[in-house]
């Protein structure tokens, strides 16, 4: 089972790369984002529970995040593996996700991070604000917020997987095949 962690600040392509990804590997691509968002848009308990996290720039809770995931992971038992993108998000969920894992008889084979400077993840933010509607995009004190919460609260996490030798760090501006490109080589390396 191929299960990779694909990592990086908000606006940094993990959506556009997990796409390419999962049809190249055959993969079940699990986006905390996208799980949110659809919680939320559907008013489920979770969903409004997020929400209130999410609209003040913070980071769900650990266990409401760490409990979906198990379930949408149980929910593809056929699976040839799994891209994580946007978890795990602290130290403390990547250990759970290894033993969660590791209860099921596999593994992480890597973490993937998409490396951009902050100040074309600002631009591409506002970028997407305008054609997806997300208005978390769309306030650039909100922005810089996500950013510097990823960067105190989530960045730390490369040292989990460093100290596990499956980090590498992939160049995250150019065209979207070169990147693609590199993060093949990455996997298959």
Sequence with gaps: MLNIVLF?????????QSEKLVEQYQLCHLS??????????????????????????QLVPDSLTISMLESEVKKNPESHGFIFDGFPR????????????????TEIKCMLALEVPEEELRVRLLKRAET?????DAD????????????????????????????Q??????AIEEIFSALCSAIEG
């Design 90 to 105: 602290t130290s403390a969920q990547a250990e759970a996700l290894d033993a969660f894992l590791a209860s099921i008889g």
């Design 169 to 174: 760090g992939i160049n995250g501006v150019g």
């Design 132 to 136: 997806s509607g997300r208005t978390d």
């Design 140 to 167: 650039p004190a909100i922005i810089q917020k996500r950013i510097d919460e990823y960067n105190q609260k989530t960045a730390p996490v490369k040292h989990f997987y460093e100290g596990q030798g499956k980090y």
């Design 8 to 16: 990086g600040p908000p606006g940094a392509g993990k959506g556009t």
């Design 32 to 57: 905390t984002g996208d799980i949110f968002r659809y919680n939320i848009k559907n008013n489920t308990e979770l969903g409004l529970e997020a929400k209130r996290f999410m609209d003040q720039g």
